[in-house]
C-alpha cells in the first residue's frame, strides 16, 4: 500500500474526473509544477494507484439503451468449469464486465443491449447456452451515479 499525502489524493480526484488533463494543468490545481506533477503521476503509476487511463463511451448514444447486471450460478462447480465459463463469457462483446464473486451466485456481469427483446435474445442463444451456466438473476439498471471513490 502506497502512502498518499494530500496533494497525491488532490491529484487522484482530479485524474478521476478528468484523466485526459495535461501534468501542467493538473499542477496548476494542485499547486506543482509540470514536471513534479509528472513524476507524481509516473510514482503513483508505479506503485499501482493508478491502473491507466481508460475511455468511458456512452453505451446509450452508440444505440445500447439496456444496462443488464446478471448474478450467474454455474450448474457444476470446478476450477475447469469457472475457467471454461470465464473465457466463453469474456468473448461475448455486450458483456462489458465479468466478476467472480462470494456469495449467491459465482459471477456478476454487466450486460448492455439495444433493448430488452435484444437482450433476452442475448440471454436466450448466448449466455444461457455457455458452458457450465446455472441459475441466472437479472437487474435492469434504471439509473447510475458516478462515484469518485474513496480518495478522501
Same mark, same amino acid.
Given at each position: ?6 496533494? @497525491?489524493?488532490?491529484?487522484?480526484? *482530479? ?7 495535461? !501534468? ?17 503521476? &509516473?510514482?503513483?503509476?508505479? !506503485?499501482? *494507484? ?8 456512452? *453505451? ?12 450467474? /450460478?454455474?450448474? &457444476? /462447480?470446478?476450477?475447469? %468449469?469457472? !475457467? @471454461? +465459463?470465464?473465457? *466463453?463469457? %469474456?468473448?461475448?462483446? $455486450? ?11 459465482? +459471477? &456478476? ?7 430488452? !427483446?435484444? +437482450?433476452?435474445?442475448?440471454? #436466450? #442463444? ?8 446455472? $441459475?441466472? $438473476? ?15
Amino acid at each position: 500500500m502506497i502512502e498518499l499525502d494530500e496533494t @497525491d489524493r488532490h491529484l487522484l480526484r *482530479a485524474l478521476a474526473r478528468d484523466a485526459t488533463q495535461s !501534468a501542467g494543468a493538473l499542477g496548476r490545481q494542485v499547486g506543482l509544477s509540470q514536471p513534479a506533477t509528472w513524476r507524481r503521476i &509516473r510514482r503513483l503509476e508505479e !506503485a499501482g *494507484a493508478i491502473r491507466g487511463r481508460r475511455l468511458r463511451l456512452n *453505451a446509450e448514444a452508440l444505440g445500447y439503451g439496456v444496462t443488464v447486471f446478471l448474478g450467474i /450460478k454455474l450448474g &457444476r /462447480k470446478g476450477q475447469a %468449469s469457472l !475457467a @471454461d +465459463f470465464e473465457r *466463453a463469457v %469474456s468473448a461475448i462483446p $455486450e458483456v462489458q464486465t465479468v466478476e467472480h464473486v462470494l456469495g449467491m451466485y459465482d +459471477f &456478476r456481469l454487466r450486460v448492455v443491449a439495444r433493448d430488452l !427483446a435484444d +437482450f433476452e435474445r442475448l440471454l #436466450r #442463444r448466448r449466455i444461457m447456452t455457455l458452458p457450465g451456466a446455472g $441459475e441466472v $438473476e437479472a437487474n435492469v439498471l434504471l439509473s447510475e451515479e458516478r462515484r469518485p471513490g474513496p480518495i478522501g
